[in-house]
């Protein structure tokens, strides 16, 4: 992403234009669905790879670990396998794969995803270009962070075992199904009507949430990649008027056992946390 005059596009200042407003509009989202009703139902989480093994169905699962270090943990909410199995089938028809790149987020993963140089960095670097190259305010690295890595848990679908992020391949050739860039990445390219990707990867991105949402999964606008059922942000955006039965939940994979968070208000970093790590980013940017 272009954050120097040495390097900016024809159209750098749409490109920012549309960032901010569309940042602007996650944000406000996002704070309407912390206001949704919930009822945590205690459902336990049940493991994709498993399901889609003793269905015998091909699916692909990312074998990168989360901000570098954390293992990524293939599970979702038991009620929602079906439907996720029944997408694989579907896409496999059309001679694609469906490949899972993150399930469930422990509030451990949720906290270092927001933490790590390796993402930290890069939300930093967004920001600093949003904010026409030079260092952002605090205040505005505290609020994309809220959309970008969902810095409070009650806008983490991850954390409530409801999401999945996803990418598409071809069954003939095994190459990626064109969607303008590829999962993780976080730019004017990521919302998932970004207006800078071409008409075939806005079509791709269109066919692929057509069949998602053929099934229930609803897809969050701010990331192309991103789908989730059952939570707050699914009612909200389905318009249901039914209380959302997922919430942030510790998982017990002995046991299989959810139990809700006890404060799912307080942000997983501080801003006065988030204010040192800005300056330790920055520094690490210049360098």
């Known amino acids: 992403m272009a954050t120097n005059s040495e390097s900016l596009r024809p159209d750098e200042e749409a490109r920012r234009r549309f960032w901010t407003k569309h940042m602007d509009r996650s944000y406000q989202l996002l704070q309407s669905m912390t206001t949704y009703p919930v009822e945590e139902c205690g459902e336990g989480l049940a493991s994709i790879p498993d399901a889609a093994e003793e269905a015998g169905i091909e699916m692909l699962f990312s074998t990168s670990k989360i901000a570098g270090d954390l293992d990524r943990i293939f599970h979702i909410r038991a009620n929602l396998i079906p439907d996720l199995l029944n997408i694989a089938r579907d896409m496999r028809d059309r001679g694609w794969l469906l490949k899972i790149e993150d399930g469930f987020r422990t509030l451990d993963m949720q906290t270092q995803l927001g933490r790590k140089p390796a993402v930290f960095d890069t939300i930093v670097r967004t920001c600093q270009w949003e904010n026409g190259g030079e260092p ?29 992020d996803i990418s598409v391949f071809s069954l003939e050739d095994g190459s990626e199904i ?5 999962y993780l990445e976080m730019s004017e390219y990521t919302p998932m009507k970004s207006p800078f990707v071409t008409p075939e990867e806005h079509q791709n991105r269109k066919t692929i949430t057509e069949m998602m949402e053929h099934h229930g999964f609803l897809h969050y606008p701010g990331e192309f990649w991103h789908y989730n059922k059952g939570d707050s942000l699914y009612h909200f955006m389905a318009k249901t008027r039914e209380t959302a039965q997922y ?17 799912i208000t307080s942000p997983l970093t501080s801003e006065d946390e988030m204010a040192k790590n800005l300056e330790h980013a920055l520094g690490r940017l210049a360098g």
């Open 136 to 164: 952002p305010p605090t205040n505005l690295l505290f609020k994309r962070a809220t959309c970008l890595v969902a810095n409070y848990p009650n806008v983490g679908t991850h954390t409530m075992g409801a999401a999945v």
């Open 178 to 182: 064109p969607r303008g860039k590829s």
């Open 247 to 263: 919430s942030c939940v510790h998982w017990d994979p002995e046991t299989n056992k959810v139990t809700p968070y006890r404060d």
